[in-house]
């Protein structure tokens, strides 16, 4: 197995299609994790959500330690996987993550987009590792 250093492990996260993020929902006493498009800007990844989904409210109070995952397992189970912790920061002006999105994932963007208001958030890794088998 192969671990992979900070710049290796952001060339392989912008190769995987989706992240998974998971927090402690304090309100509902339970772990909440979901799959979601990214893009990568800037060395932060960005997101656009429904800004009165339950995720946006979590990033809004749990703005650390949320854990971002993302991995691709072959038929063979050769792997490559991106794990780390974030520091989500709720964005002003949802264009730049929108736009990143829509360059990142083109026609398919529209399956993903959330309807209705949008929040974007950008997270800043305080932690990040890669690794690959093949």
Known sequence: MKILDHNQSLAALAELPIVRLAGY????????AVPLAFALLDGAVV????????????????????????????????????????????????????????????????RWRPAGEVAAFRLDFTTLQGREKG
Do not use: K
């Open 47 to 110: 997101i656009a959500i429904a800004a009165q989904g339950r995720l946006a409210r979590l990033l809004r109070t749990q703005r650390h330690g949320i854990c971002l995952e993302a991995d691709e397992v072959a038929a063979d189970l050769s792997f490559r996987s991106v794990i780390g912790s974030v520091r989500a920061e709720e964005q002003a002006e949802a264009t730049p993550a929108l736009v990143a999105l829509a360059a990142r994932y083109g026609a398919e963007w529209g």
């Open 25 to 32: 929902d304090a309100e509902r006493a339970a772990t909440y």
